[in-house]
């Protein structure tokens, strides 16, 4: 069975401080991992890493994904209360585009302090 | 606009009652899913569909049913079967690997 962990589970912190949120993953068929953030409703897509050690970069969020680790982590830099939401690691499987799944992990939940 | 609506936006279910949550996409994506989220508990999949006419169970599809008659179209029933519906409910798309999400159905047991 697929396995999708993230951790901490929740953590809070102050405005300014930079966080780092882990995912590890036990798959099969493992295609490329999934970053979301969830406010109030729906997931929105941050990031999509399929390449060991290339960071993908957005602003104050970067991501990178470790394929020997089975492992990806998720830094926020200066950090600002609209970062406070769960955050979504999902691992894609499957053959083909056609045939893939997601599975996710429980989700982080950030609280940022002003 | 493009995008992912599902509706209502809540919806009370009474003992018994089969409840049909909605949700269209007009981004032209093949792939549609249906997830349950509860607090502490991530998304689980319950049902997907690759293709028209074509759906799969996902791993907590006991007490749903699906149907895709239209590509813009994936609706989710709640049967009476389903014995804790009370959840988060949220449809996707996807047209390769990333998935997005529509807005959500919140359903409460009356």
């Known amino acids: 069975e697929d396995k999708v962990v993230q951790s901490p589970l929740s953590l809070v912190v102050h405005e300014g401080d930079t966080v780092t949120l882990n995912c590890s993953y036990e798959v099969t068929n493992f295609r490329s991992l999934l970053w979301y953030k969830q406010e109030k409703k729906a997931p929105t897509f941050l990031f999509m890493l399929t390449s060991s050690g290339i960071e993908k970069k957005s602003g104050r969020l970067s991501s990178i994904l470790d394929k020997k680790e089975l492992s990806s982590i998720l830094n926020i830099t200066a950090t600002q209360t609209g970062d406070s939401a769960i955050y979504l690691c999902a691992v894609v499987t499957g053959s083909t585009g056609a045939n893939s799944k997601l599975t996710f992990g429980k989700g982080i939940t950030l609280s940022v302090r002003p | 606009d493009g995008g992912i609506t599902q509706s209502p936006k809540y919806l009370f279910r009474k003992e018994g009652q089969n409840v049909t949550l909605s949700c269209e996409q007009n981004l032209n994506h093949d792939a549609m899913y249906w997830y349950r989220q509860d607090p502490g508990q991530g998304l689980r999949l319950i049902y997907y569909?690759?293709?028209?006419?074509?759906?799969q169970k996902g791993d907590i599809a006991e007490g749903y049913s699906v149907s895709r008659e239209k590509k813009e179209s994936f609706p989710l029933t709640v049967t009476s079967a389903q014995k804790n519906p009370t959840a988060f409910y949220l449809c996707?798309?996807?047209?390769?690997?990333?998935?997005?999400f529509g807005p959500g159905t919140r359903l409460l047991v009356l």
């Open positions: 996707a798309s996807s047209i390769r690997e990333t998935q997005y």
């Open positions: 569909s690759q293709i028209v006419n074509d759906f």
